[in-house]
């Protein structure tokens, strides 16, 4: 049995350039009908134009609201304009030690984003800072020690999905005890298994067990788990110690497929059939039209050949259809006016003047 190109397309989280909408774009969108979108601050103008472009996004995928998604953790991984109310990074949340702010902060950002149409963000960082050395992960992670992770990430989750926003715990199975940037290389973590389990691990067990809606993998090779693949690549970590030892049966994405740990070894159509292969449901892609063409169709091609089973790729479509059903539906377009309500708002900024005040107190020496 083929699966139809509408089916394929709902596998897919893809980006773009721009700030509106083009004929392009909206071709696109019509023609291969994925299932997200993710926004970066290239998309991203203010809050009436952000109106217009979800809006705009949306119209053009009548057969299933889209995911739009963000990366919008605070500190230096923020993508919305100044408008907004922007948290200081996870670590400041962790120094707090207060889960009451970090819940108020994820559900702060929860409802300015939905105020504009966003309804996903790529958040908690579930890493531990568990390396110094480590060069992207640092003060995304609320801290160094696994059980503080625990402890403020659980709210993170929380205050976004209780406000309507998919979160997505992420860099699965840890990103914290590496030493390059898989941005630019495919960074390797020589610890053993037991390792993984007392420190990187514990974050991931615990969203697990709460609720997380979504969750993304890492770009690593982890060699005691899989001396050959990338964690992302890996059915023995994906399919195996996500999806059967740590139960997990939410949506999982992967990390950017354009990033040199992946696009420097495999070409963005193996990579794709080989994350779906290992068990993830939804290949992102966040920039390059063409990748995200080829991938989609190297997609179809693997069903039409066999290399991937039409009822392989139904299990991740009813995890995305249960994901929309839970979070999107019903969906309505959002309104420039309920937007200006509620984005910057004076208990929003009063929020993150406390959070600015504690941070004060906790950086005085004893």
Request: charged share 25%; proline share 6%; aromatic share 4%.
């Given at each position: 049995m083929l699966m139809s190109r509408e089916k394929i397309g709902q596998l897919f989280m893809v980006g773009f350039d721009g700030t509106t909408v083009s004929a392009d774009l909206a071709a696109f969108i019509k023609e291969y009908k994925p299932g997200?979108?993710?926004?970066?601050?290239?998309?991203l103008e203010s809050a009436e134009q952000i109106v217009e472009l979800t809006n705009g996004l949306q119209r053009c995928s009548p057969h299933s609201t889209l995911l739009?998604?963000?990366?919008?953790?605070?500190g230096r991984v923020s993508r919305l304009p100044k408008e907004f109310t922007i948290f200081p990074p996870c670590e400041v949340l962790g120094r707090c030690n207060?889960?009451?702010l970090a819940y108020a902060a994820a559900a702060t950002t929860a409802k300015e984003l939905r105020?504009?149409?966003?309804?996903?963000?790529?958040?908690?960082v579930l890493d531990v800072n568990s390396n110094p050395a480590n060069p992207v992960i640092g003060d995304r992670a609320f801290g160094s020690e696994p059980g503080v992770v625990c402890e403020l990430a659980l709210p993170t989750v929380g205050g976004l999905q209780d406000n309507g926003v998919v979160a997505c715990g992420k860099h699965f199975p840890g990103h914290g005890d590496t030493t390059v940037d898989s941005h630019k290389e495919l960074?390797?973590?020589?610890?053993?298994?037991?390792?993984?389990?007392?420190?990187e691990l514990p974050p991931f067990r615990h969203a697990v067990a709460r609720g997380v809606a979504t969750m993304m993998t890492a770009h690593v090779l982890y060699s005691a788990l899989d001396d050959q693949r990338p964690a992302t690549l890996s059915?023995?970590?994906?399919?195996?110690?996500?999806?059967?030892?740590?139960?997990y049966d939410g949506v999982v994405l992967t990390d950017d497929l354009e990033m040199h740990a992946i696009i420097d070894h495999?070409?963005?159509?193996?990579?794709?059939?080989q994350s779906i292969l290992a068990g993830c449901d939804m290949p992102l892609i966040c920039k390059d039209r063409n990748r995200e063409a080829a991938a989609i169709s190297a997609l179809d091609k693997a069903v039409a050949d066999g290399t991937i089973s039409s009822q392989r790729l139904e299990i991740s479509l009813a995890r995305i259809a249960r994901l929309k059903q839970r979070f999107l539906v019903p969906y309505k377009p959002v309104a420039l006016s309920d937007a200006k309500l509620v984005v910057g708002c004076r208990t929003h900024r009063a929020l993150l003047r406390s959070i600015d005040q504690a941070r004060e107190r906790f950086a005085k020496p004893a």
């Open positions: 997200g979108v993710i926004l970066f601050s290239r998309n739009i998604s963000i990366d919008q953790e605070g207060s889960s009451e105020a504009v149409g966003i309804n996903m963000n790529m958040s908690p960074p390797r973590v020589a610890s053993p298994r037991e390792r993984l389990e007392r420190i059915p023995a970590i994906i399919g195996t110690l996500l999806r059967k030892e740590l139960q495999y070409g963005i159509e193996e990579a794709t059939v």
